[in-house]
């Protein structure tokens, strides 16, 4: 199982290939980001570890970068920046997680089989119905060439009916997978979501594809 350490500080790289080496993967190592960049293209990994600060094009750029081009290859930034901010950016550049130096060897190798994991469960990337798709790893929703911009709360809605596309699902399952278990279900907050993003899915476009089936639940299909 192929991993690329990108590290510019020697002993922490050399830490990183011996450690993950003995451990049974395939270590390549660099220790700037356009070289990372080069590798990148040339070749494919299964998981990136990638330092914040390197010399070049900085790990937070080139994750940017990767994202952009729609390389879905899993990034743990592994870095010495440890702010709250610092987290949050890279997470919302598209870093599959975050473990701030020094950290835990034990702690690493369960972070990347956890990461593993998910990549290896996960057949496709990219859910889709007709023209509408949504793409876990980008969060990016596409309807008929249109980029559209869900909240939170949206976007997991539109997830989860996508996931069950073409299956009728209750306001009860929605409530659970969406919101807290324990959420009111008499309440109308589904109906209101439901709204909300049929005006943005379904309302601009012929093809509706949000359905209600009354006295059931909801169902994401193209018109009949």
């Not at 922490?12 to 980001?33: D, M, P, W």
């Not at 089989?113 to 969060?139: E, K, N």
């Not at 009354?214 to 193209?222: D, H, K």
């Amino acid at each position: 199982m192929p991993i690329l350490v990108v590290e510019d500080e020697v002993r922490v790289r050399a830490f990183l290939e011996r450690g993950l080496g003995e451990e049974g993967f395939q270590v390549r190592a660099c220790s700037t980001g356009d070289e990372a960049q080069e590798l990148l293209r040339e070749g494919r990994f299964d998981l990136v570890l990638l330092d914040w600060m390197i010399p070049g094009l900085s790990g937070l750029d080139l994750l940017l970068a990767l994202r952009a081009r729609q390389d879905i290859t899993p990034v743990l930034m592994l870095t010495a920046r440890d702010a709250v901010a610092d987290r949050i950016a890279a997470l919302n550049a598209g870093a599959d997680d975050y473990l701030v130096k020094p950290f835990s060897f034990e702690e690493l190798l369960a972070r990347i089989r956890a990461i593993l994991r998910r990549v290896s469960g996960r057949a496709s990337p990219v859910l889709s119905h007709g023209d509408l798709s949504l793409d876990p790893v980008t969060r990016k929703v596409v309807r008929g060439g249109v980029t559209l911009a869900l909240t939170a709360r949206e976007y997991a809605l539109l997830h989860f009916l996508l996931e069950h596309s073409g299956e009728v699902v209750s306001r009860t399952r929605i409530v659970q997978a969406v919101w807290d278990h324990d959420f009111e279900t008499f309440s109308n907050v589904v109906e209101v979501y439901i709204r909300y993003l049929r005006a943005k899915v379904d309302a601009p476009f012929p093809d509706k594809l949000i359905h209600t089936v009354r006295g059931v639940g909801y169902v994401l299909r193209s018109q009949e």
